[in-house]
């Protein structure tokens, strides 16, 4: 841990103020709320939460498209906002969710995988094809595809096409913005082997968000775990699937689906629906909904995961700290 | 080094069927509007540039004892004239073929200025959202808010009329439905990702709204501006019309028309044949239009 870590957020929060209509005052909505991550050179962090936990708001900042409202983003150290955008963008690159609108309906294929390199003027146009062919090829993309447009392409193919896009300009960082969850079960596994070869090959350093923790668990060295736009556990990834320490790691772990037939449904303990993130609970926010809250809970929130190393925000892991945990 | 090498096996599809180039040609013979607005709209463009050549008289000249002769085809009519001759005994098929002239540069020139007017306050208005978005729509409120023909007659009537008066008010004042479309586009677009990946590349905001989002409006562009220019045209012809738009006595479709109303219950051919033209060129143009418009978009047929 004493290495400067390539890719990490100190005490990041984002805010965004939310209308509720006319003439009544706007709301201030925490997307991001104290995060502190980091990753290692060559690592994968994955990055796990249900839908509205601040994940993708997390994502953009990590890419630099959105600013923070407070604490910063580092990049070998040094906060973004100092580095010239250009510079950044050679070295953070995005795979998105949605393989559909990520592509520009109107140009070829090849255009779109050159467009980094013509942005950044790296190269000949011939330089430019050649090195774009050669990473359609090593996407896995047939040859001869370099002429054709997206609306040819399934949604497996036109995610190998956004991938060759993030690599050609050869970034340390690829930000993986639930890449799989829009493709077919079949696909999905195809381009998660095909991420990892080129994680190998490349060098990569992958931060991986997600909402499928077979996903993650498939893909990442260590878990960070989002509730509310706050970190709420943060392990290796094996610690978090064996020994879970938040109530919340273990009902996401619980909620997977399994192909055993007699299995059912999984029943959770998690009470009512989604929280209104506009008006979190007091205390820990995640207590509403927490099957082993007690009386703390509601008043005095959890201490926050320590920026190094492992940890869980619960008052239940302060009071029997076990395993490895702070 | 290593990059080079797999180019050379990549097979080059040219004999394929897959060639743009072969696909959008057998494309538009699969599009009987655009092969039929588009023919029109091009042999009455030819007609304008070669004016000079195809008509038979100087459409100025005048010829007292000549005067309202009928077409040919009617008694008293002759291959001399062969659409016959106006109230001042020139020939009409010279001034109608002069006349293409002046409808086609006004309607396209004055489109051209509105189209660029429109498609930049509209794209800056729908990318940036927030203020930029605050002022374009304000600015697009008061220019519905202004009735075209009443403006345009008042700045004729205090700067006069003229070819180029008419194609500046006329770009000046016919810009809002560019903006209004082009804003509502390129608000749907900024938010997609393929936007984000041009950020993230590090692309310049200029890269991402000429070379990104412009493309991608092209289908709807097309389609106002055929709108626009069939009704600049007619525009012109009613500016023209009421005395206030091209002078007398350069030929315009729109002054034959005015020129011919006196004489309507008489030679109502003087009246009839300026404005089938005018019919025929704006009906081709709205054909070509919906014919391109269904051939480039991305989404439309295969």
Known sequence: ????????????????????????????????????????????????????????????????????????????????????????????????????????????????????????????????????????DRVGLPAGFADRYPKELSGGQRQRVAIARALVMQPDVVICDEPTSALDASVQSQILNLLMELKADFGLTYVFISHNLSVVEHIADHVAVMYLGRVV?????????????????????????????????????????????????????????????????????????????????????????????? | MTDTTPTASIPTPGASMKSPSRL?????????????????????????????????????????????????????????????????????????????????????????????????????????????DMVVTFLTTVRLSLPIILVALAIVAIFGGSVTIVVIVLGLLKWDRFAVVVRATAAQISRLDYINSAKAAGASTFYILTREVLPNLAPQLIVIATIEIASAILMEAALSFLGLGVQPPTPSWGLMISEAKNYMFFSFWLIAIPGTALALLVFAINLAGDGLRDLISPDGRG
């Open chain 2, 24 to 132: 959008s040609l057998r494309r538009i013979a699969e599009q009987p509007s655009l092969l039929v607005g588009g023919g029109i709209v091009v042999l009455m463009i030819l007609i304008a540039i070669f004016a000079p050549l195809l008509a038979p008289h100087d459409p100025f000249v005048q010829n007292i004892a000549a005067r309202t002769v009928p077409p040919v085809w009617y008694d008293g009519g002759s291959w001399e004239h062969i659409l016959g001759t106006d109230q001042l005994g020139r020939d009409y098929l010279s001034r109608l073929i002069y006349g293409a002239r002046i409808s086609l540069f006004i309607g396209f020139a004055a489109v051209a200025i509105a189209g660029v007017i429109g498609t930049t306050l509209g794209l800056l208005g729908g990318y940036f959202g927030g203020r930029v």
């Open chain 1, 233 to 326: 556990e943060k392990a290796p990834v094996d610690a978090i699937f064996d020994a879970p320490q938040h109530p919340y790691t273990r009902a996401l772990l619980d909620s997977v689906l399994t192909v055993a037939p007699d299995a059912g449904v999984p029943e959770l303990a998690l009470g009512p629906g989604f929280p209104n993130p506009l008006r979190p609970a007091p205390g820990c926010p995640f207590h509403p909904r927490c099957p082993r809250a007690f009386e703390p809970c509601s008043t005095i929130p959890p201490t926050p995961v320590p920026a190094e190393g492992r940890g869980a925000a619960c008052h239940l892991t302060e009071m029997t700290p076990r395993g490895a945990a702070a």
């Open chain 1, 1 to 136: 841990m004493s290495m400067t870590p390539i890719l990490e957020t100190r005490n990041l929060h984002r805010r965004f103020r939310v209308s509720q209509g006319h003439f009544k005052p706007k709301a201030t909505l925490q997307a991001v709320n104290g995060v502190d991550l980091s990753v290692q050179r060559g690592e994968t962090l994955g990055i796990v939460g249900e839908s509205g936990c601040g994940k993708s708001t997390l994502a953009q900042m990590l890419l630099g498209l959105l600013p923070a409202t407070s604490g910063e983003v580092r990049l070998d150290g040094r906060p973004i906002a100092d580095l010239r955008r250009v510079d950044f963008a050679r070295r953070v690159q995005p795979i998105f969710q949605d393989p559909f609108s990520s592509l520009n309906p109107r140009k070829t294929l090849l255009d779109i995988v050159t467009m980094p390199l013509r942005v950044h003027a790296i190269g000949s146009r011939a330089e430019q094809e050649a090195r774009a062919r050669t990473l359609m």
